[in-house]
């Protein structure tokens, strides 16, 4: 299974970006999807879930009105909508498959991730 994120980049508070992952290897339509994000010197932490269908979906406070996480089946792709942007947001974000058709926020869940991709939120 390979998971490739793009989108990433240098943005300043306020803007939007609109990360996606192209999924490649399985059946896509099969998991539940996710995206985690780090800091360097920091643990990775959950950011959005969507499962399988895309009919349920989690998120991180942090994120909560800001983010939107979809799917698209028949592209074997998932995406995240950034929306007012903050500096706390910078981070290298992932993308994630899970081992499940339902989604979760536990990291243990996902089996498979993507290579990153640095979002640089500046004030």
């Known amino acids: 299974v390979q998971l490739q994120a793009s989108g990433g980049g240098l943005v300043q508070a306020g803007d939007s970006l609109r990360l996606s992952c192209a999924a490649s290897?399985?059946?896509?339509?099969?998991?539940?999807m996710a995206w985690f994000r780090q800091v360097p010197g920091k643990e990775r932490e959950f950011v959005a879930a969507i499962n399988w269908s895309g009919s349920v979906t989690y998120y991180a406070d942090s994120v909560k009105d800001r983010f939107t996480i979809s799917r698209d089946n028949a592209k074997k792709t998932v995406y995240l909508q950034m929306n007012s942007l903050k500096p706390e947001d910078t981070a290298v974000y992932y993308c994630?498959?899970?081992?499940?058709?339902?989604?979760?926020?536990?990291?243990?869940?996902?089996?498979?991730w993507g290579q990153g991709t640095l979002v640089t939120v500046s004030s």
């Open positions: 290897g399985r059946t896509f339509s099969n998991y539940a």
């Open positions: 994630a498959s899970s081992r499940f058709e339902q989604a979760t926020r536990n990291t243990y869940q996902y089996n498979y």
